[in-house]
């Protein structure tokens, strides 16, 4: 099915299950994949090296939030502009991206792999801990100019209509990272650094198969000679900017929390809020999955015009989020225990004791939380990354850390409550965005 058929003349339902459902099937192999790396890790290596791969984790996203920048900025113009019949700037834009992906893997990869001890220091790791957490990030940091490149390999696939192969091609990474970590951890029995191996060897193998088509020119965006503009770069920074923010901000939220726990709790609190982690990545990738896999469609009809169809398919959108969320603080609520026992062994008694309260208070934030990330992605789809950005840093940084400050004399229950607190303001301003954005832009006629 070609791209215009598929989003501008299917109906919004079925091509809301034609997009959200691959998408969310993709990240949820994508959020499994990481439940497994995390299970690996604290079973077969123990709590210390459970504990360091949570403190390194900030610093590995932190690497690709660059390569998730470009990828997410640059698919906003381009499929505006193929909704616009500009296919030539799209192209452009395309392959402009793509090397500026290359470039800040380069870059960004080299500062961590010999900025990362002294980050470490920063947060408080000595010893073994730090060890293996420096050794965790140096495989990520080495092998960041390719596996970078996953994050819009993803994008482009969907921007051509390949949704399925999108999601196989997610499934497949998945795989292989499972797989790969498998090899390293349970039979070559290696150090926390064969997880980190495993993993990024199965994203290599996958961004290889995933540009291939690319490369062939067998799909609608094509390699040109590339025209960098400061308009090309201002505006893919500019769409990018919100996923930026929200990647980083929640990074350095996850450090400074990281940071608190370790001098409030120890180790065993840094283990607890990884499992919380873990259990909100399951969650949210694949809330993002489908509405990461809809925003080339709402892109395209709101170039092209169609703003009856950006409703009707952000009224599903919107639907499902807060189905998906619903589950998802049902399911942590009832089953804490379960949960918990995916990541500690019997032998890590103080960390199960931890967790059980630290779920059941995390998981209430999924009760509004699905409304501000929804209405996050809706506003990147139709470039407005202004309110966005907004909401992005109003979830993973600015109320996070004030309530940090407000939740600290109630101990760890306070700072495990932090998230549904979060939760509520971010929606309250994601109401007022979005009657705002009604207000000024809005005028759909007739709905589908």
Known sequence: MDQKTLFLNTSPTRLFFKAALPGSVGMLASSLYQLLDGMFVGQLLGGEAFAALNLAMPLVIINFAISDLIGVGSSVPISVRLGEKRPEEANNIFTCACLMVLLQGLVVGSFLFFASPVLLRWMGAEGSLLRLATQYIRVYAVSSPITGMMYATDNYLRICGQIKASMWLNVAMSTLCVLGEFLMLGVLGVGVWGAAFGSCMGMVICVLVGMWPFFRGQLQLRFRRPHFTRSIIRQIVFCGTPTFLNNIAGRVTSILMNTVLLRVGGAAAVSVYGILMYADGIVMQFLYGMCDSLQPAVGYNWGAGRQDRVLAIEKRCFSA???????????????????????????????YAMAIPALRLFCLGYLTRWLSFATQSFMSAV??????????????????VLLIAVLWPFGLNGLWFNMAGTALLTCVVAVIILLDFRRRNWNPGTTR
Do not use: K, N, R, W
């Open 383 to 400: 470039e407005h990354p202004i309110q966005a950005s907004i909401l992005s840093v109003s979830t993973a940084l600015v109320f996070p």
């Open 321 to 351: 989020a807060a189905i998906i969320s619903l589950l998802g603080a049902t399911v942590l609520y009832a089953f804490p225990e379960a949960v918990t026992s995916v990541f500690v062994a019997d032998s890590e008694p103080a960390v």
